[in-house]
């Protein structure tokens, strides 16, 4: 089985992917209060302490914004193998606007980066279906955006397994969108896909009509905390088709179009093949 669980983790983004041989990925370092007693939720501690994962083998970070970087003081806790992230940003472009409070955070981004600098050979890269256990991973990186919005400089991460297509994007604006659009196989890539992670929480600085139109996606998930005015869920609900998803508090399954950490808590997604080699699809909530 393939599995993905979108943390909750408020304002922030962090995604667990567990392939079928149990190759251990993360997307992102959100961390953030979690659940009605307001704890901070680290979820690489989480992975640590209660998965027993003792070993990332891979870690990408979409764009070194807070929010995608706050869990990243635990990272050398689970001794990752591999780190991925938008390698041509300079530090004075990531550092521009950071607040004295947070230069901390962004020299251990800025450590852990330079640590990472060796190419990866081919027998031990994760991204690898043969490394993996079969799932193919897609990698798509805007560079050409002016880089005073690192936000547009967010790689989208596209996973195939057992015939589902899964696009997990960063804080992606129009701009890297159309960048993007301008390259045919990424086109081919997210075209139709059964889940999209929306881009910069759901908010509108991040909906782009035309990508929407593209992806076509079955439903949409939304990594964010509350509700604000610029929230574009009823427009990521209408433009999505809407797949069946079940609760695991109350046993039942509903169609939805969009689904959010704020209302919807952790979400699990479950891709395998049956023993009749079907593929199936499970979203789970709450």
């Not at 059964?194 to 593209?214: F, K, N």
């Not at 964010?224 to 508090?249: H, I, W």
Request: charged residues 25%; neutral net charge; hydrophobic residues 30%.
């Amino acid at each position: 089985m393939l599995n993905i669980t979108v943390w909750d983790v408020q304002h922030g983004s962090a995604t667990y992917i567990k392939t079928p041989n149990g190759t251990h990925i993360v997307q992102d370092l959100g961390m953030g209060s979690h659940g009605e007693r307001d704890e901070l939720f680290s979820p690489l501690l989480h992975l640590k302490n209660k998965y027993k994962v003792l070993q990332l083998d891979y870690v990408l970070i979409t764009h070194p914004h807070k929010d995608h970087i706050l869990d990243i003081m635990n990272f050398d806790k689970l001794t990752p193998r591999v780190l991925c992230r938008p390698k041509h940003l300079s530090k004075d472009e990531i550092m521009k606007d950071v607040k004295d409070e947070d230069k901390k955070l962004f020299e251990k981004y800025f450590e852990i980066s330079n640590k990472y600098s060796e190419p990866v050979s081919e027998e031990s890269n994760p991204e690898l279906p043969k490394n993996n256990g079969g799932v193919v991973f897609k990698r798509f990186h805007p560079t050409s955006c002016s880089t005073s919005n690192i936000n547009n400089h967010s790689i989208v991460n596209v996973i195939n397994y057992a015939n589902s297509k899964i696009v997990l994007t960063g804080d992606n604006e129009p701009p890297s969108w159309k960048e993007l659009m301008d390259i045919n196989d990424f086109q081919t890539s997210v075209k139709n896909a059964d889940i999209l992670l929306a881009p910069h929480h759901g908010r509108d600085s991040g909906y782009y009509s035309e990508i929407m139109s593209l992806i076509n996606p079955k439903l949409t998930i939304i990594s964010d905390n509350k509700e604000v005015d610029t929230s574009a869920t009823d427009r990521y609900s209408k433009l999505s088709r809407g797949y069946y998803v079940y609760n695991r508090e109350t046993k039942e399954a509903e169609k939805r179009y969009c689904i959010t950490t704020r209302s919807d808590g952790v979400i699990n997604i479950t891709s395998w093949y049956d023993k009749d080699n079907k593929p199936l699809l499970l979203v789970q909530i709450k």
